[in-house]
């Protein structure tokens, strides 16, 4: 599985879009950019993923360069309650192998 | 309400005794997973099990012991060889399979110390 990179720490001001970075400059065809959250002393929550067209759901909008070698995870209107780290990690969709997690981006929500 | 729990919340207990953590599915996954987390850290799998009666070790396996007699349930034992065990533990589980959407679903974690 490819390898990235994010910052350690963000910080975001309620209300705002909080856009989350990720590199992942040696990711290949057939690997797909998933989002995580990690709220403090609770299990990672799935948030969203894709390949290389841009996706949207309830919670986020995934944002992938055309070269794949990037991507931006946005939460539109951040509340205090999106306080969490934030993984971004790629693998190849068709096994049930592990995830896995770097150290993530600690998001910090400010009132 | 579907999901994955973990008990207990929190366990304490001394060295040199063998503890088994308990992780139960009721999301009819096949594919189910242990990791480890330490403090600012990432997580790190123990152990996965694609399917009943089958398991696979981790990076970090040594120390660990796992069964899979039920597709609903996959228990972790810290043994005593486990020379730091003091750990959140996290369980999760997905579908699994080839081609099929695959994201994974956490329990909410056992917070093990070992004193």
């Known amino acids: 599985d490819a390898k990235t990179t994010q910052p350690p720490s963000m910080d975001c001001a309620e209300g705002r879009a909080a856009n989350l970075p990720c590199n992942h400059s040696?990711?290949?065809?057939?690997?797909?950019v998933y989002w995580y959250r990690q709220i403090h002393s609770q299990g990672p929550q799935y948030i969203i993923h894709?390949?290389?067209n841009n996706e949207t759901n309830e919670m986020a909008s995934l944002i992938i360069t055309e070269d794949r070698k990037s991507s931006t995870l946005i939460l539109p209107h951040a509340t205090l309650r999106d306080t969490a780290v934030y993984y971004c990690?790629?693998?190849?969709?068709?096994?049930?192998?592990?995830?896995?997690f770097g150290s993530g981006t600690q998001l910090t929500v400010l009132p | 309400d579907g999901g994955i729990t973990q008990s207990p919340k929190y366990l304490f207990r001394k060295e040199g005794q063998n503890v088994t953590l308990s992780c139960e599915q009721n999301?009819?996954?096949?594919?189910m997973y242990w990791y480890r987390q330490d403090p600012g850290q990432g997580l790190r799998l123990i152990y996965y099990?694609?399917?009943?009666?089958?398991?696979q070790k981790g990076d970090i396996a040594e120390g660990y012991s796992v069964s899979r007699e039920k597709k609903e349930s996959f228990p972790l034992t810290v043994t005593s060889a486990q020379k730091n065990p003091t750990a959140f533990y996290l369980c999760?589980?997905?579908?699994?399979?080839?081609?099929?959407?695959?994201?994974?679903?956490f329990g909410p974690g056992t917070r093990l110390t070992v004193t």
């Open positions: 999760a589980s997905s579908a699994g399979l080839a081609g099929v959407r695959y994201e994974q679903y």
């Open positions: 040696t990711i290949s065809g057939n690997e797909y």
């Open positions: 894709g390949l290389k």
């Open positions: 990690i790629v693998r190849a969709s068709g096994s049930a192998r592990q995830l896995t």
């Open positions: 999301l009819n996954h096949d594919a």
């Open positions: 099990s694609q399917i009943v009666n089958d398991f």
